[in-house]
């Protein structure tokens, strides 16, 4: 029974409807959803720790800097972070680098979660069991699979992650 | 990479509204709704084979005995299995007295799938995670938890499996 | 544009998913979904009072009379009441032997809302409608059909009203 | 007990999650979701008829013509148009310079029916029953609402029509 961190970065899991502008955009108030996945799968454990709400096509080295400070921050071993699906592979590449000491498991979705048909339980369900049972190092775990950083790769055409 | 079978035997995840009986319940066509799971989680290499479709308090040993054959018939080794929540310990215990060379991994939900708000997608996408990632042995998995199949047991209070 | 109150009853309508009986139910702080689905509708006008909370097998000539209380003590002449679908038609013909001046449409819904795939704000829609278009008398409004109160009669087999 | 025709023109109550694009947008085969939202409603009498899929800001006078040309034939007097919220107004307008000897009721949604917290059915559900109860004339309906064509107007500001 491991303590578990959650880092929340945006990406679509987090978007929601704008009926303003019809689109599917960061709500206003910039509250992130996934106290929400937790709650739907009966998960009270993890911590959640919101670090920013934003676009993976907007992630920076800045960003990127400041995910890696929370996760050294961090007193737990086991950390997910929820990231956007488009540059999910250069945040974990980036951290796959430093030799962290924990395990560190970068998830997302396709589709928002507040969509309601939507695979972020799912991926989230997953990253959160994976991060408690994989060694030390950086991985994604996206519909179904684990995949170590250094093969991590959105596939563009089908939309999901393959191992 | 491995290959996973998921095994259905009913319970809550694969119960739908009824509306002439105003319960909840499983439908007439004995359909699971796994595969409906799977495909919100854009996750489709799991092979899926149905059982039967039952309540876990109407499970027998007969049951079990179903499902121990087809543990041991699946040439895969990394195996889910769906199971209502209340006698599932008991099925993992069954399992777990048999040496069966597998990582076995039960799990269900406390919602059904059908209403939407459930906690079914979140736990299926822990279980398949969970059955690739661990060593041998029967195990549940269940609201981010990993137990194994000697300590676990449902917090019927809580509506939640602790581990 | 007219005033519309909307007094609920219960009925499958407000029912819910009870997770620790696996049943529909009402819910046990027994706040009426009735808000919610005016909010889903962006339907902010009406006025909304709760009377109780009762599955439409329960209701006897005391609810009966106390919901004509209420009809006659609401200033506004359109009125809609949302009630359980099994004995509507019981409480349609109560109201329609009283004369008075209004124009009362009864409502409710086969599938809960709360289960998001329902015809309650379907038909909720349509019964606030009415209570604005029709001439006073008292009416059923279910499934896309005005039914007067003489003629108002579920049809057990296929779920719905039939005009 | 009206005859109805459903003229479906496509606009925000049919858009879907697009996740290539990320977007709100018309599913590439561009099927309406009409008929879901009324077998969501249990409302099985009305004819369907899917003109096109745009949205309202594409709307121009051949589209209009269509419309209109379309209205004309349906032997229904009672004829209901989903249409995009953001020109309703000029395709009532449009309509109602005509005397078509019909009752038209223009509706739609703020939020698409395809994301399941939606004001699709509510609204429809209004316009079915306001095409069976209006005398001869256009109207649209929109959260709860009756209004005539030459007083419908979308407010931007709150998103939905005030009477």
Same mark, same amino acid.
């Given at each position: 029974?491991?303590?578990?961190?959650?880092?929340?970065?945006?990406?679509?899991?987090?978007?929601?409807?704008?009926?303003?502008?019809?689109?599917?955009?960061?709500?206003?108030?910039?509250?992130?959803?996934?106290?929400?996945?937790?709650?739907?799968?009966?998960?009270?454990?993890?911590?959640?720790?919101?670090?920013?709400?934003?676009?993976?096509?907007?992630?920076?080295?800045?960003?990127?800097?400041?995910?890696?400070?929370?996760?050294?921050?961090?007193?737990?071993?086991?950390?997910?972070?929820?990231?956007?699906?488009?540059?999910?592979?250069?945040?974990?590449?980036?951290? =796959?680098?430093? #030799? &962290? +000491?924990?395990? !560190?498991?970068?998830?997302? %979705?396709?589709?928002?979660?507040?969509?309601? @048909?939507?695979? =972020?339980?799912? #991926? &989230? +369900?997953?990253? !959160?069991?994976?991060?408690? %049972?994989?060694?030390?190092?950086?991985?994604? @775990?996206?519909?179904?699979?684990?995949?170590?950083?250094?093969?991590?790769?959105?596939?563009?055409?089908?939309?999901?992650?393959?191992?």
């Amino acid at each position: 029974m491991k303590p578990v961190r959650i880092l929340t970065t945006g990406g679509t899991l987090d978007k929601v409807h704008d009926w303003r502008t019809e689109n599917i955009a960061f709500a206003g108030q910039g509250k992130s959803q996934v106290p929400e996945v937790l709650d739907n799968g009966r998960c009270y454990f993890p911590a959640v720790e919101q670090l920013f709400q934003i676009d993976s096509l907007e992630m920076t080295e800045t960003y990127r800097q400041l995910i890696l400070e929370r996760v050294m921050a961090a007193k737990e071993e086991a950390i997910v972070i929820t990231h956007g699906t488009s540059t999910m592979d250069q945040t974990a590449h980036f951290l =796959a680098k430093r #030799n &962290l +000491g924990k395990t !560190i498991v970068l998830t997302g %979705a396709m589709r928002p979660f507040s969509l309601f @048909v939507s695979d =972020a339980g799912f #991926n &989230l +369900g997953g990253a !959160i069991i994976a991060a408690q %049972a994989l060694d030390h190092g950086v991985y994604g @775990v996206m519909n179904g699979r684990v995949i170590p950083a250094a093969s991590l790769k959105k596939n563009e055409q089908l939309g999901r992650f393959d191992a």
